[in-house]
């Protein structure tokens, strides 16, 4: 199972995304949170000014560089097996977030060959999205053991576009067995009543908690406050 709260589960799960540099993360490690998000850039592309996207050596730097018990998530954009294998491979991270359509076949030989990692396969919950679709998508990948949680999100990662939270609710309460993380447009004003109505096992920010000067850093007091509420309505 993903990350185990069993010795403390009122904590509440809550990753941090689109983390770029070791300062960031530790100030994340410092104030409770249990994971970051990275994100790396396409082959060929090049980081622009403010981007939130490393370079495949910088992902892996910082990956290796964590304070203990802060989590490494690769956001993985690959759909073929050998380009997420050798994602896994260069930077070595704790957890694979399936961000797009992946036949469960591949993420089992990812399993297979990094037996450590976890996968947490992104559903998209859009503005039309229906209930019966993503409940047997979810069930086809959870059937063939392929994930270990669940993220639910908005239909534009990063977009700060909340989505529906009863349908969330929905999913969250049929798949009671698997780790749920709710992401979307979170931030500290909404993430308390984001808990209260989808109850999930976690939260996922990143836009929420970004600094207004740049965006490829984090506002400390926009961290302090989004976790501090978070954790907060966990334990209620």
């Not at 491979?89 to 036949?103: F, G, K, Y």
């Not at 999205?129 to 669940?150: M, P, S, T, V």
Request: hydrophobic share 40%; charged share 25%.
């Amino acid at each position: 199972m993903f990350y185990n709260f069993d010795n403390d589960p009122g904590r509440g799960f809550v990753k941090i995304c689109g983390v770029t540099n070791l300062g960031d993360a530790k100030l994340c490690a410092e104030l409770g949170a249990d994971a970051v998000g990275i994100l790396v850039l396409q082959p060929g592309a090049a980081r622009k000014p403010n981007s939130v996207r490393l370079a495949r050596r910088e992902a892996a730097a910082l990956a290796n560089a964590l304070p203990d018990g802060l989590q490494s998530v690769l956001l993985v954009h690959e759909t073929e097996p050998d380009a997420i294998l050798d994602l896994a491979s260069v930077i070595r991270p704790r957890a694979l977030q399936i961000q797009h359509p992946v036949d469960a076949n591949i993420l089992l030989r990812v399993k297979e060959c990094f037996p450590e990692l976890s996968i947490i396969k992104t559903f998209r919950v859009g503005d039309g999205a229906a209930f019966d679709a993503l409940e047997r998508d979810i069930q086809h990948h959870i059937d063939d053991n392929a994930i270990d949680a669940i993220l639910l999100d908005s239909d534009k990662g990063g977009s700060g576009k909340v989505h529906d939270w009863e349908l969330s609710r929905r999913l969250v309460t049929r798949f009671a067995g698997m780790p749920t993380i709710l992401a979307g447009g979170l931030n500290a004003e909404n993430v308390a009543a984001a808990g209260h109505t989808v109850r999930p096992y976690g939260v996922d920010v990143m836009s929420g908690v970004a600094s207004s000067e740049r965006k490829d850093r984090k506002d400390p007091d926009k961290l302090r406050a989004f976790i501090n509420a978070w954790q907060g309505s966990s334990k209620r």
